[in-house]
């Protein structure tokens, strides 16, 4: 409709102007937003010595897989990748189930006491105890340095819980409920039969998210972890890149081919933690976009 | 139900609870409960540390610039993409503004290393082919907060400007038909149909984000801080990791925790009131 009208009426020539500054600006954003991480890339895939003496621009200089060799080689970068597989699947189950278990009953009108827990679980999200009275509690529960002090102290997420509420309300009427009441059916049968069945986008945004989210997480980790074979991958991460704890047994003859070999490492590093998601992430785009928007309808 | 609602007492509620080690002198053999009470003495610590105001200004300037610089960035986004009419360009735009978003936060500081390291990083290797000399980005404390910020901006910007083109996409179409009829030219029509139509999501997303001033990504400042920017990396939420787990010493770190939540609260609900008195825009 509106586009019609436009059409119609001619675009003055200020007008014009402004649209093509809008996408001038828009193009170089894309391109600010895309280049570091082509870059990236194509350092990772590029050989040691063309990325150190600054020969890589754009494309890759001189193909090499070398980086990905020796990465695939360091034991501690393998377990970190199985950790973060491991934590990403068991937490993402975890976290969805118990998200859907709060946000159905909190969805549904006849629920007693809905509307005060609903605000003593928003109230979570703006006052904490802290960082300190949390870690004692994980401490006190005997989670310290186990694989279940990154699943459970963060399992649900107070913005995921809004977001599913908002869609059981808008989109499961009432009226099927009474419905499958009339008909003898449990609330667990209806759960089960119906809501879960109606629920594929919603679960769908969840699994995401929480995935997406543990593949990231790093600090959970950093304070509750000692044993380094549980460390997810991240923290392998930090502490090869940010710390500059470069693996000792890389097999590098010379010092200068040892240090170009370390700096190519970060770039094929960060290109392995990285893809999973990068790949995914433009089939799901419409699902997260989904989401959001499901989310900010309520506030 | 039973099992996220005690997910809720444990994990969220229990720790407000354990939150008094901030008034009594935490001993582990005595535990939380028995250990002595002292009053406000761990806030009085706090409060005459020589850290204390260089804390709360670091805390403060860096979310405060992150305020000022990245909240209007995804809106005028938003409006840009609003006006795009080749569906290809904008879903193309969209998709790739977004991606940044899904960077883990330790990549993201990576990146950031890689780029500003002071011999082989990109940056200057730039800066010396244009004839500069090279810059220790991360060595200037004064370079830390733009760093912070900028950084930020290019990671958010896209993802934050969904929810605005979302309130665009629910203007009246009338509206615009109107406008086009009043011979109102693509910048009028902006000004007057499209930011007063997301007027109350801009004042709503402003209100959370001011609500956020003291809970700053902690995860992000404690990866880029080094020795040499500490002057100006320091807040309050990694100093209460440093004295708290690193250094054992709880009490003093839960007090120090609880003060910045506790500001962290009065400012939302001030901002809160504010936006309702005169915009009657709140988020309750």
Same mark, same amino acid.
């Given at each position: 409709m509106a586009i019609a009208v436009q059409k119609k009426i001619k675009e003055s020539a200020g007008d014009r102007a402004f649209l093509i500054t809008i996408h001038i600006v828009l193009i170089l954003v894309a391109i600010a937003v895309i280049y570091p991480l082509i870059f990236i890339l194509s350092s990772s895939i590029s050989s040691p010595a063309a990325v150190t003496s600054g020969k890589v621009w754009l494309w890759p200089v001189d193909i090499s897989f070398k980086g990905f060799k020796v990465l695939f080689n360091t034991s501690e970068i393998i377990t970190g990748y199985a950790n973060s597989i491991f934590y990403t699947a068991a937490g993402t189950i975890i976290s969805v189930i118990l998200t859907i278990m709060i946000a159905y009953p909190l969805s549904r009108?006849? !629920? !007693?006491g809905r509307n005060t827990l609903m605000m003593m679980i928003t109230f979570t999200m703006i006052f904490s105890g802290g960082l300190i009275p949390t870690y004692m509690v994980v401490k006190q529960l005997h989670l310290?340095?186990?694989r279940w002090a990154l699943l459970i102290?963060? /399992?649900?997420w107070v913005w995921q819980v809004i977001i599913a509420r908002s869609f059981f309300q808008s989109s499961i009427p009432e009226e099927l409920l009474e419905a499958s009441e009339i008909d003898g059916c449990s609330d667990l049968r209806f759960i089960w039969s119906v809501v879960i069945p109606l629920s594929k986008p919603i679960i769908a945004v969840l699994v995401l998210m929480y995935a997406v989210g543990q593949w990231n997480a790093y600090f959970d980790a950093l304070i509750y972890?000692? @044993? &380094?074979?549980?460390?997810?991958l991240q923290l392998v991460l930090r502490s090869i890149i940010?710390?500059?704890? @470069? @693996?000792?047994?890389?097999? &590098? /003859?010379a010092m200068v081919e040892r240090q170009q070999l370390a700096e190519l490492l970060k770039y094929a590093l960060i290109v392995v933690a990285t893809l999973p998601v990068l790949v995914i992430y433009p089939f799901v785009q419409r699902y997260f976009v989904q989401g959001m928007l499901v989310g900010s309808v309520k506030g | 139900m039973i099992p996220p609602l005690l997910f809720f007492l444990v994990f969220k509620y229990y720790p407000m609870l354990n939150a008094v080690l901030a008034f009594k002198d935490y001993n582990v053999i005595k535990g939380i409960w028995e250990s002595p009470w002292v009053g406000f003495k761990n806030f009085e610590l706090f409060f005459e540390n020589p850290l204390f105001w260089t804390l709360v200004k670091n805390t403060i300037m860096l979310s405060g610039y992150l305020l000022l610089a990245g909240f209007p960035i995804p809106i005028l986004l938003a409006l840009m993409i609003n006006e795009v009419r080749n569906t290809k360009f904008k879903k193309f735009f969209q998709l790739v503004s977004f &991606?940044?978003?899904?960077?883990s936060t330790v990549v993201m500081v990576s990146i950031i290393m890689l780029f500003l /390291?002071?011999? $082989?990083g990109f940056a200057n290797i730039a800066l010396n082919f244009f004839g500069f000399h090279s810059v220790n980005f991360l060595g200037e404390p004064g370079m830390f907060r733009s760093i912070y910020v900028w950084s930020d901006i290019w990671q958010t910007a896209g993802y934050s400007a969904v929810i605005y083109l979302a309130a665009l996409a629910g203007i009246d179409p009338t509206l615009y038909e109107a406008a086009k009829i009043d011979g109102a030219s693509r910048f009028q029509k902006i000004r007057h149909v499209d930011l007063p139509g997301i007027m109350p999501t801009i004042v709503i997303i402003l209100i959370l984000n001011v609500g956020n001033v003291m809970a700053l990504g902690f995860e992000k400042v404690y990866l880029l801080q080094n020795p040499l920017n500490? /002057?100006? @990396?320091?807040i309050i939420a990694t100093y209460v990791y440093r004295v708290?787990? $690193?250094?054992?010493n709880y009490s003093f770190a839960t007090a120090v925790g609880l003060f910045n939540s506790v500001i962290n609260l009065v400012l939302l609900l001030t901002v809160n009131g504010l936006a309702k008195r005169i915009t009657n825009n709140s988020i309750w």
């Open positions: 009108k006849g !629920f !007693f310290i340095d186990t102290p963060n /399992a649900i972890l000692k @044993s &380094a074979d549980l460390f997810p940010i710390q500059n704890n @470069s @693996s000792g047994n890389m097999d &590098a /003859a | &991606a940044p978003y899904f960077i /390291a002071p011999r $082989l500490l /002057a100006n @990396s320091e708290g787990l $690193l250094n054992a």
